[in-house]
């Protein structure tokens, strides 16, 4: 006789209907504030949206700039620094339990970036560090990019991976004063070392040694870099 095991693991759309359902007040409030602010074109939106969103926010910095159409779900589970410029298209979503996004002083996210972490997710962005347009940030597992990063565009940073049994959430680090091509993908588990490069396309399965250029699909170590970024 055999005796299948009932699966434990739980599809991002049943955890999204839980973390739904787990609304406060003021998250209610939060997201009926942020609906209306959304759609007003510039100058009377940005300065509305400067004025009303950091009082919605766990804790926003000082002079943010967010364009129109940028849709925040779970502000109160993100903590925004100085500075902070934010594009329309824009989607970051936070609705999650015990979840956190942390964008640092001086941080850019270009239009249509696309940030969705999970329940007891962290997805950490360093100071100075730039998302180029289209690209996507995703959990449950926990997502690190450090300070001084150049993301371009249409770049996957997926901090999860599904197998046949089961699936992994080991969480990615990018550290500091990376750059990453056009269209790479950053798979689940992997360390980007300081001031590494990653080629346009690249796919990158395995961790990335410091200062080190990697192309291709999987990704591989092409050179190390002769000159090496400023600290």
Request: glycine share 10%; charged share 20%; net charge neutral.
């Amino acid at each position: 006789m055999s005796i299948q095991a009932k699966s434990t693991i739980e599809s991002p759309e049943q955890q999204a209907t839980q973390s739904l359902s787990k609304r406060s007040p003021s998250d209610s409030l939060g997201r009926l504030v942020f609906s209306l602010l959304e759609p007003i074109p510039r100058p009377l939106g940005t300065v509305l949206r400067k004025i009303a969103y950091p009082l919605l926010a766990k804790d926003w910095g000082q002079n943010p700039y967010v364009q129109a159409w940028v849709e925040i779900l779970g502000p109160n589970n993100i903590v925004v620094g100085n500075n902070v410029r934010i594009l329309r298209n824009s989607i970051l979503n936070c609705h999650f339990e015990n979840s956190l996004l942390k964008l640092g002083n001086n941080v850019s996210l270009d239009r249509g970036v696309s940030i969705r972490l999970g329940d007891n997710c962290t997805i950490d962005i360093g100071d100075d560090t730039y998302i180029g347009p289209y690209s996507c940030l995703s959990g449950p597992g926990d997502v690190k990019v450090g300070r001084d990063c150049m993301i371009a565009s249409m770049v996957g940073i997926y901090a999860n991976q599904h197998h046949h049994v089961g699936s992994s959430e080991k969480g990615i680090t990018i550290e500091d004063k990376c750059w990453i091509g056009s269209g790479a993908k950053i798979l689940d588990g992997v360390t980007i070392g300081y001031g590494s490069a990653i080629g346009a396309g690249a796919v990158v399965t395995k961790d990335i040694p410091p200062y080190s250029v990697a192309v291709g699909v999987p990704a591989k170590v092409l050179e190390h870099r002769k000159t090496r970024p400023d600290d």
